[in-house]
């Protein structure tokens, strides 16, 4: 046995050693293993056992059958078809190989076949039919066509004239046996004659479907008596009831009533072209222009006067609607007496053109005649005329019964016009102003009464206000040429200017026309130099000592101390002119802020003041000096001071402070 044994094994690795050894084209491991050859279909990938299983994986085996056999994978992976509709199984549970290469590792009973189990359901007469009679030789079953016309092209009487849904017509219980929804699966539903009279080949001829007219003139052209006249909306007016039966109705179907003697009109005696590519016009001059024998003279609208029931017959004009209605005795006056030609609108509307033998005031007054006359008489002129409506109302004394239209119109019934409007035409006697106001009298003077006057002096230059309202004219104006009279101040409160000029002449500056003597001047806020202290009480002429120069308010006046009290200055100028560094306003003798001296006449500095008390202490003590000078020129007390006050001191301080 243990010799047997290792013959075999011996056998075993020659085997394999001669499969490892072998060239590339030689055999595998696994084809030297295989249990037998694979059908004619698998033969070009019998050597290559990788195209078909996984090492060690048994399942992975599904995938490369799907990546080979793409269509009953996608039939897998949708859920579709025969393969897709099976429960979860491997490839290999239906289909083995390895049998060799004439064995049938597909093996289908038709006899048992499930039909539902595909994307096409059996019905009716295809449950009778031969699988051959689809599933022709030489393809396989799922290659077999879905379309009617697969198999029913021989049938197909339309020879191709439809789409191609056969299912919209026919079914699987007979071929000949078809129902058609023409309304629901066109957009041509069957009414009335269409359905009960018409065939299918009346519109479609030859058993051609597709493409068939579907407006009313495809079919009924040699119906249209109108020659294409009226278009090919035929709907408008017939019917499927019925051709000949016209249903068009024109008062309701167009924005156009016919009316009148336009019932009886033929259609094409207004129609003379093509129906919707001519406008037909809405007017009635449109077709009656050879009728109107005012030529045009008063435009189109036939229908103010001529109406559809005759063209002749009596018009129906309404004069009270023109420009010129008929009132009075107008009303009794025959056409033909203003109207003298059927041109109507050449009679003139204006009063003169009828009337100007009767004009007594021979066109002075113009044409509008109305203003005086009326209708109802024309010698009735009482109360007609509103001289209120003209450029000059009579009021109060001009309206009084005392004043006759001659006293402003002289001349006769030709002077009405033209007459002067202004008061000083009339009133210039009466002018004690001597022309020096103007002619504007109505300023002053009113129509109620000449002499009482109403002036508003708050409208000239010169407004009244204060005591100013109680003085009387007179008070200002000495005689009654008013302009005369100036507007300063002091042309008339000269004599009671104290100032004697010196503050200038507007007095207005403090003074008011409450009083004279009430006046308030605020030094601060009105000048440059505001007052303090002592300042306070000083009188204006104090400092204001030389009148005031022609237009100026007042003298040019200093703003230094100097300028005021130079008198008072004890210093002789040697302090400079910067008195207020030592004195103030509350009072010329006291000194503030600055400094004092003491007892022994040396200066003591305010706190404020430091920096001068440096330069003090710089100067009284040599050591701290820069060039000191020798002790017999040491400073004595007086240039102490002026250093410390910032005025200079010699060259014994070796410097100047500022």
């Known amino acids: 046995m243990s010799r047997r044994w290792l013959w075999h094994f011996g056998l075993l690795i020659g085997l394999l050693l001669a499969a490892l050894l072998a060239p590339a084209h030689a055999q595998s491991i696994e084809s030297v293993l295989a249990p037998g050859e694979v059908i004619a279909g698998h033969a070009k990938v019998e050597h290559e056992c990788a195209s078909c299983h996984v090492r060690f994986n048994p399942k992975g085996q599904d995938a490369l059958c799907m990546a080979c056999h793409k269509e009953v994978g996608q039939d897998m992976k949708a859920r579709t078809g025969f393969h897709g509709r099976q429960p979860a199984a491997t490839c290999r549970s239906c289909h083995t190989d390895h049998k060799g290469r004439q064995a049938k590792i597909v093996q289908l009973d038709t006899k048992r076949f499930d039909h539902k189990q595909t994307d096409y359901l059996l019905k009716a007469k295809h ?8 599933h022709t030789s030489g393809k396989k079953y799922w290659q077999a066509a879905s379309e009617c016309l ?30 058609f929804d023409h309304g629901k699966k066109t957009h041509f539903a069957l009414e009335d004659k269409h359905a009960t009279k ?51 109705n024109h008062d309701t179907d ?3 009533d016919l009316k009148g003697k336009h019932r009886k009109t033929a259609c094409t005696d207004c129609h003379t072209g093509p129906l919707y590519k001519q406008k037909l016009p809405e007017q009635c001059w449109d077709c009656h222009k050879r009728d109107d024998k005012h030529k045009e003279s008063l435009g189109k609208d036939c229908a103010s006067c001529h109406s559809e029931s005759g063209w002749k017959d009596p018009p129906r004009f309404d004069h009270g609607k023109t420009r010129f209605p008929l009132l009075g005795k107008h009303g009794k006056v025959e056409c033909k007496d203003c109207h003298q030609s059927a041109m109507y609108k050449e009679a003139p509307m204006d009063c003169h053109a009828c009337h100007k033998k009767d004009d007594k005031h021979e066109g002075t007054l113009g044409k509008a005649c109305v203003d005086c006359h009326s209708e109802r008489d024309w010698r009735a002129t009482a109360g007609r005329f509103d001289h209120d409506k003209t450029r000059f109302a009579l009021r109060n004394a001009h309206a009084r019964s005392q004043i006759k239209c001659s006293d402003c119109h002289k001349g006769g019934l030709k002077a009405f016009r033209n007459t002067e409007m202004a008061c000083y035409a009339c009133h210039k006697k009466d002018d004690k102003h001597e022309g020096t106001q103007g002619q504007q009298c109505a300023q002053c003077h009113g129509d109620k009464d000449w002499k009482a006057t109403l ?37 008339c409160h ?9 503050l200038g002449a507007r007095c207005e500056t403090c003074h008011n026309t409450r009083s004279w003597k009430s006046w308030d001047f605020n030094h601060a806020k009105q000048t440059s130099y505001p007052l303090t202290g002592e300042h306070i009480r000083v009188s204006c ?10 237009g100026k308010a007042v003298a040019e006046t200093g703003q230094r101390c100097t300028d005021c009290h130079s008198k008072d200055d004890t210093h002789d100028g040697q302090f ?43 100067c009284s003590t040599p050591p701290f000096v820069h060039d000191a000078p020798p002790p017999h020129q040491a400073l004595d007390p007086s240039r102490r001071v002026r250093a410390a006050a910032g005025l200079g001191f010699d060259a014994g301080c070796g410097a100047r402070a500022g």
């Open 576 to 618: 400079g002119v910067r008195c207020e560094q030592c004195h103030s306003t509350k009072g010329w003798k006291q000194l503030e802020k600055h400094f004092s001296l003491r007892p022994d006449n040396t200066p003591t500095m305010n706190v404020q003041f430091s920096h001068l008390a440096v330069v003090v202490a710089v």
């Open 541 to 550: 002429e104090a400092c204001h000592t030389q009148p005031a120069p022609s």
């Open 254 to 256: 167009t924005s156009y």
């Open 150 to 179: 697969s198999c029913h092209k021989k049938d197909d009487v339309h020879k191709g004239g439809i789409s191609g849904k056969c299912a919209d017509c026919h079914s699987e219980t007979g071929w000949k046996h078809t129902d």
């Open 494 to 502: 000269r004599k009671d200017d104290r100032h004697k000029a010196k």
């Open 198 to 248: 018409a065939k299918c080949d009346d519109c479609h001829s030859n058993g051609h479907y597709k493409d068939t007219p579907k407006t009313c003139i495809g079919c009924h052209k040699k119906d249209d008596e109108h020659k294409g006249q009226f278009g090919a909306k035929c709907e408008t007016c017939h019917g499927a009831k019925a051709w000949k039966t016209v249903n068009f």
């Open 455 to 491: 002036f508003d002096h708050g409208k000239t230059r010169f407004a009244l206000t204060g005591s100013h309202n109680r003085v009387e004219c007179k008070g200002c104006h000495a005689t009654k040429r008013f302009n005369d009279v100036q507007r300063d101040c002091v042309a």
């Open 127 to 134: 449950l009778d039919v031969a699988c051959d009679k689809c």
